[in-house]
């Protein structure tokens, strides 16, 4: 799976990994990942990722 990375703070995030701590499931695409969901680092949104 595709890692995607934060244009702000550089947080990368792995579908592989999720984001358990903010209710992403490890093993949840990219696709899936809720539009509500920020970085768990910066607060920024989805669009501010780009694919690794």
């Keep these: 799976m595709e ?3 934060c244009t ?3 947080y990368v995030y792995d579908p592989e990994a999720g984001d358990p701590d903010n ?3 490890p093993g949840t695409k990219w ?3 809720s539009e ?3 970085c768990p680092l ?3 949104d989805k669009s501010a990722f780009e694919k690794e």
């Design 42 to 44: 910066c607060g920024a």
């Design 23 to 25: 209710g992403i499931a």
């Design 8 to 10: 702000i703070c550089g």
């Design 36 to 38: 509500e969901w920020v």
């Design 3 to 5: 890692k995607y990375v």
């Design 31 to 33: 696709e899936d990942v």
